[in-house]
């Protein structure tokens, strides 16, 4: 079998590779090149320079597996590589510890002036008061996302005596207080931190999530780094909150265009710049190329993975009959968790009639991972996403009956914050999932692309106004479902709409006399 590697790999990585394999390392090359060359290869291996769009899945004939030598798979077409059932793993530990401690180095940088006194120095200058700095100690660092690396940025600044404060919506209180953290906003974070760094995916919801508006309630002098991705920090806001003093100062390892030529910063003294290197250690290189090989050389032997972002590792005969439950119960996850928003305690997945009598395990893990993944973005893959749910303190209890009543088989998850809870029920009509079910209230969606779901009093001139409103902002409306439980009381509506709704006109809808809430679920 062959394997294309197509990015800098590490030696460790190759050989392994080697053993087993006929490798082509080939780095550099045109999309055209590598449609050319996937024709005929068993597995790709990539870092984050080759983008693998759908054109080269498209071309691929007999690719089974894309290994990614990092965390991020933004540069993986990821839905067209599901499509074809070519599994893409990434290596998610094996350079968390490395962009930690790079975060740690630009804070320390940023916060002594280290590049800029280093420039002048060799510039012949002796410059000793123009470098003044503060002190870590005792100072407040707000962390934005408190995943694997945000966890060990906030230890490693414990070591510092810094005082963390940290948002995370998917990071219960319990957890908080084992790691010596207090949990806040991030508009708390903005207003009391002397650091802030961000370590959250880019995803809709943390694009931008340091922007104009909390730059302006900051404390004068803060300091800004972002290790992470390009884009959770408006890179605009940030160059004018450095120019106006605000900002004493940024350290940057990622940008929205890298190389980030054009962008406003570039020019900026008090901001610093390193080009992408977070993972760039031996021990993390090494790592994330050995994880991949062996995950690599476990799939192409007829194993499993380990780290599979898109497919579970189940029996082909066995997923056959799990397959449009998995489905289900992974929309479902997305459904509940979108509609609970942030966090949850408790969840309880149900299986009632048929789908009872079978090993639900890898359906549980598909509900947790639709669940997760609505915070953690591409991150959660159907071997972590237990083991996440356990490290954010979420009970997860499965139950079954053999009772089932309109359907063979349904699926209800029911999610549970303090006194809130949040219920979606699904079952598979006619091999495709639909949603039967949100709290008390009995509909039939067909779940996909966008929906609005809104709880309003059931009386006459409430859906009407919404309709209006979302015509006139040229949202088209593909579906409707009402469900009531009592003439008088509280409806839920959902709408099927073909675009994404913006905010302002959510909370438009929000303002509609009547309507109780409004949100809007992205599938
Ligand atoms: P992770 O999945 O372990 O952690 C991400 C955390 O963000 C999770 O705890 C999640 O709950 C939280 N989160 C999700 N939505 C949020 C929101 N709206 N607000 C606040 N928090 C939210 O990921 P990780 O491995 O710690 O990686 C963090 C980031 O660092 C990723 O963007 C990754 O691509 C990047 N990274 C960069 C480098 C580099 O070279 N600079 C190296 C490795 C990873
Ligand atoms: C990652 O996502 O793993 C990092 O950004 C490092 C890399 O791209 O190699």
């Not at 901001?271 to 021990?283: D, N, W």
């Not at 305690?345 to 598909?366: M, N, P, W």
Request: glycine share 8%; hydrophobic share 45%.
């Amino acid at each position: 079998m062959k394997v294309l590697v197509s990015d800098p790999l590490s030696e460790e990585g190759t050989s392994r590779l080697e053993e087993h394999f006929t490798v082509d390392i080939s780095t550099g090359l045109s999309e055209d090149e590598l449609i050319e060359k996937i024709k005929d290869v068993d597995a790709l291996v990539i870092r984050s320079g080759t983008q693998v769009t759908k054109a080269v899945i498209d071309a691929a004939e007999k690719l089974k597996i894309i290994g990614r030598a990092g965390v991020g798979v933004d540069n993986i077409d990821i839905d067209a590589a599901t499509q074809k059932g070519i599994i893409v793993v990434n290596a998610p530990e094996g350079n968390m510890l490395s962009a930690a401690e790079h975060t740690i180095a630009m804070m320390m940088s940023l916060t002594r002036n280290i590049p800029q006194a280093n420039a002048s120095l060799k510039s012949r200058k002796w410059e000793r008061k123009l470098f003044m700095g503060t002190e870590v100690n005792g100072k407040i660092l707000g962390v934005v996302g408190l995943g694997r690396i945000g966890t060990e940025v906030a230890k490693r600044a414990q070591g510092l005596e810094m005082t963390i404060l940290a948002y995370d919506p998917f990071i219960s209180e319990e957890r908080a207080q084992e790691l010596g953290v207090e949990l806040a906003t991030v508009n708390e974070i903005a207003e009391r931190a002397d650091f802030i760094t961000v370590h959250t995916p880019l995803i809709k919801e943390t694009r931008n999530i340091i922007d104009a508006e909390q730059f302006a309630v900051m404390k004068d002098g803060v300091r800004i780094i972002n290790c992470a991705r390009g884009g959770i920090i408006n890179e605009e806001a940030l160059a004018d909150a450095v120019k106006s003093g605000k900002v004493a100062g940024a350290a940057l390892d990622v940008f929205v265009n890298e190389p980030p030529f054009d962008s406003p910063l570039m020019d900026l003294d008090n901001v610093i710049m390193t080009p992408h290197l977070g993972a760039s250690t031996e021990e993390a290189q090494i790592n994330v190329a050995v994880s991949v090989a062996d995950e690599v050389i476990s799939v192409l032997n007829g194993g499993s993975a380990k780290n599979a972002i898109n497919i579970p590792s189940v029996k082909p005969e066995v997923m056959a009959v799990l397959a449009p439950y998995i489905k289900l119960a992974e929309t479902m996850g997305s459904v509940a968790g979108q509609l609970m928003g942030g966090n949850c305690e408790k969840a309880e997945i149900g299986y009632y009639g048929e789908i009872s009598e079978k090993d639900t395990r890898v359906v549980t893990v598909a509900a947790l991972k639709g669940l997760l993944e609505t915070a953690l973005g591409s991150g959660v893959n159907y071997v972590n996403a237990p083991a996440l749910a356990k490290s954010r303190k979420i009970e997860v209890i499965e139950s079954k009956s053999e009772t089932s009543e309109e359907h063979v088989s349904t699926i209800q998850i029911k999610l549970t914050k303090r006194a809130e809870t949040k219920l979606v029920a699904g079952a598979v009509v006619g091999n495709e999932p639909k949603i039967i079910q949100i709290d008390n209230y009995r509909v039939d969606i067909v779940p996909s692309g966008f929906m609005i779901v809104s709880n309003h009093v059931n009386r006459p001139n409430v859906i009407g106004p919404c309709c209006i409103l979302l015509g006139e902002n040229n949202i088209n409306i593909s579906g409707m479902q009402v469900g009531r439980v009592e003439i008088g009381g509280t409806t839920i509506m959902a709408l099927n709409v073909d675009s994404e709704v913006p905010d302002d006109i959510l909370d438009q809808m929000r303002d509609i006399e009547g309507i109780l809430d409004a949100k809007l679920v992205t599938l």
